[in-house]
């Protein structure tokens, strides 16, 4: 006998060059990756990693929401900064890698879901599955033999075949050769489901991607007695879409004609705290609209023409009348103030660029209900209710800065270039007035009145076009998964046969599509049925064992 010698490696190399294997080529390539991109696990991953790609949207701030923080943050990190600006993390939501994401993401769901729909499409015009020849193979299966004058096998299938159709099987009768058989199958909802949940989220994505380029959100403080008209002037601060019109701004206005707050009286342990803020409203839906009053509270906005209007904050306005050192009125009307605590301490800052021969500068305290608690001096606001206003002001005079073009904060005063009038620590000492009170300011600057308290409110402007479209589909998404993780897939098979001592012998089978559970119950269900239709001689589950029939329900 003669042996053959081992191919050696350098043999098994040559032999591997000697296969020619197939170019994929470039057609080949954009397959491979089409398949790629639409498997439901790149879609997974993708939506992953477009919640990764978010999180800088809030770590760092966002040029749109506020360029001037943006501007300031690059100033303050002179290393990372222009790094960050050059990598657009500073817009986020408009970049190109957020955005690639997001295409992707979209095109891989696409891609996905539509080719699933369309085979399921096809599938539910396909009779159910053909019957196999040994249905005692399958996971639940048994067999019940007919008494002496029951019906035949045609006859019994025919009746099954009623039966499942009553259950909401799509059924169809096979005639065999010696009997009969029918094929029976439902449970399609179950991948309806699937694909409509898919398709819902598909539809999310559209809808997130509309509103978030054509919305608008704007926040606005209105005092008692003034208004505010929706246009892009008329706002405090205003964050647009990326592709955002101010054509597109509803022509609404509103007016605050009074509000009112309810404060706890009742319990000691919450005394004074709030329990309930109230806007009383004038809303024109446009210009020659009539004026309608609405009621406006904290969780229960207003809607006008398509924007919610929200509450989201309230406070004190003192009204004062300063006068320059000339006697002229150079400033008059409530000032805003920005509360600090529960009982409406708030900070007050007034600058009067219009004084002469200098500008001036007022900060300080304004508190709703003042009083000395502890006896050192020091006043406090003991109350949110308008108890016993009072104003605690410092003054200044110099050069405000407001006339270099730069941007101010309205609740900050630069004392940096300024002259100090008054305060606790000078010879002056600082400015306390009351209602109705007036301070002559030092060296003939002038004077500041307290004339009265108005209450202003803070509200939330938003208008999203695309939010509609976002809660249909988020329903739709909800009823698709719970039609997929209800919904259960069944087949069902049943033959009817002669057996050799002449009586119909009927066998059946059940099968579950993905998952076993409440099988069995169902395979119980049908045999008692079966029972209760035929005069059953005998049953025979899957188990092998033969036990006699149930006795029907009359015997």
């Known amino acids: 006998m003669s042996t053959k010698p081992a191919p050696t490696g350098s043999t098994r190399a040559r032999a591997r060059d000697d296969v020619a294997l197939p170019a994929l080529g470039a057609r080949g390539m954009l397959r491979w990756a089409w398949t790629q991109l ?3 696990r790149t879609a997974l991953l993708l939506l992953l990693l477009l919640a990764v790609a978010a999180v800088p949207g809030s770590l760092v701030p966002q040029r749109r929401a506020g360029p001037e923080a943006v501007d300031r943050w690059i100033e303050d990190n002179p290393v990372w900064g222009p790094v960050l600006d050059r990598a657009q993390f500073f817009d986020v939501y408009s970049s190109a890698w957020f955005s690639a994401i997001y295409l992707l993401l979209f095109i891989s769901l696409v891609g996905c879901v539509l080719p699933r729909a369309v085979k399921h499409a096809r599938a539910l015009r396909q009779p159910p599955a053909r019957t196999p020849r040994n249905l005692g193979r399958l996971p639940e299966s048994g067999v019940v033999v007919l008494e002496d004058g029951g019906p035949a096998p045609e006859e019994a299938v025919r009746q099954a075949q009623g039966w499942l159709r009553k259950k909401r099987y799509r059924v169809q009768f096979r005639p065999e050769e010696g009997g009969a058989s029918v094929g029976a199958e439902r449970g399609y909802l179950r991948e309806i489901g699937n694909i409509l949940f898919h398709l819902s989220l598909i539809g999310v994505l559209v809808f997130m991607a509309y509103g978030s380029m054509t919305k608008y959100t704007g926040q606005k403080i209105i005092v008692e007695g003034e208004g505010f008209a929706n246009n892009l002037v008329s706002y405090d601060s205003f964050t647009p879409g990326m592709y955002f019109d101010a054509e597109d701004l509803q022509p609404f206005s509103l007016t605050l004609e009074s509000f009112e707050a309810e404060f706890e009286r009742q319990s000691l342990t919450h005394y004074g705290q709030p329990l309930d803020y109230t806007a009383v409203m004038q809303v024109r839906a446009g210009a020659g609209a009539e004026p309608e009053e609405r009621i406006l509270k904290v969780n229960h906005p207003i809607e006008v023409d398509g924007a919610k209007v929200y509450l989201v904050g ?3 306005a003192p009204v004062v009348t300063v006068r320059d050192g000339d006697g002229e009125v150079a400033f008059q009307g409530p000032v805003v103030t920005r509360v600090t605590d529960q009982n ?3 900070l007050a800052v007034l600058k009067v660029p219009d004084a002469r021969p200098d500008q001036l500068g007022f900060v300080g305290q304004f508190m709703p209900a003042a009083d ?3 006896g050192s001096g020091v006043e406090i606001s003991v109350d949110p209710e308008l108890l016993n206003p009072a104003l605690i002001l410092n003054s200044y005079h110099g050069d405000l800065g407001l006339d270099a073009g730069v941007p101010q904060n309205v609740y900050v005063l630069d004392t940096s270039t300024l002259t100090e009038l008054n305060s606790r620590t000078n010879a002056n000492g600082g400015i306390r007035l009351g209602l109705g009170e007036t301070y002559e300011l030092p060296e003939g600057k002038g004077s500041i009145s307290f004339d009265g308290v108005r209450r202003y409110v803070g509200l939330d402007i938003h208008h999203d076009p695309g939010k509609w ?3 249909f589909f988020a329903l739709t998404a909800l009823a698709g998964l719970a039609i997929s ?4 897939r069944r087949r069902v098979w049943v033959r009817g046969r002669t057996d050799p001592d002449g009586r119909t012998r009927v066998e059946y089978a059940l099968l579950a599509r993905g998952e076993e559970f409440g099988l069995r119950e169902e395979h119980v269900a049908l045999r008692e049925t079966m029972e209760k239709m035929w005069p059953v ?19």
């Open 372 to 374: 000395d608690p502890t």
């Open 314 to 316: 309230n406070g004190y």
């Open 38 to 40: 639409t498997s439901m």
């Open 344 to 346: 409406f301490n708030s």
């Open 469 to 471: 479209g976002v809660g």
């Open 485 to 488: 993780l209800f919904t259960r």
């Open 537 to 555: 001689a005998a049953a025979q589950a899957d188990t092998g064992e033969t036990t006699p029939a149930t006795p029907r329900s009359g015997d």
